[in-house]
């Protein structure tokens, strides 16, 4: 079994910044890919970013490229969200997920470990 638990969440004005932290717990942190993934209210879940076990390869969303940025460290068993320049419709519960496996994928169902979220809200 694996466990996340996010953080950093929070209230932040159009144009800052927020760090969200996922910490995993339950096996080996270094053969995992994790992905971030944002729900707003009355919106399906969507992709934001993954990033590969080794740290490698990372992924973006066309809607945050250029202002998120993914990264991990294996030795603390945690993934980050660096969160820049953020605009209201970044607003959203964000969770963590991992798969145990080397592939990246997109989609929700493709991750089998998800943490219980943490609210971003960006006010204008």
């Known amino acids: 079994q694996v466990q996340l638990v996010e953080s950093g969440g929070g209230l932040v004005q159009a144009g800052g910044s927020l760090r969200l932290s996922c910490a995993v717990s339950g096996r080996t942190f270094s053969s995992t890919t994790m992905g971030w993934f944002r729900q707003a209210p009355g919106k399906e879940r969507e992709f934001v970013t993954a990033?590969?076990?080794?740290?490698?390869?990372?992924y973006y969303a066309d809607s945050v490229k250029g202002r998120f940025t993914i990264s991990r460290d294996n030795a603390k068993n945690t993934v980050f969200l660096q969160m820049n320049s953020l605009k209201p419709e970044d607003t959203a519960v964000y969770y963590c997920?991992?798969?145990?496996?080397?592939?990246?994928?997109?989609?929700?169902?493709?991750?089998?470990?998800w943490g219980q979220g943490t609210q971003v809200t960006v006010s204008s």
């Open positions: 990033i590969s076990w080794s740290g490698d390869r990372t």
């Open positions: 997920a991992a798969k145990v496996s080397s592939s990246v994928t997109y989609t929700v169902g493709g991750y089998t470990y």
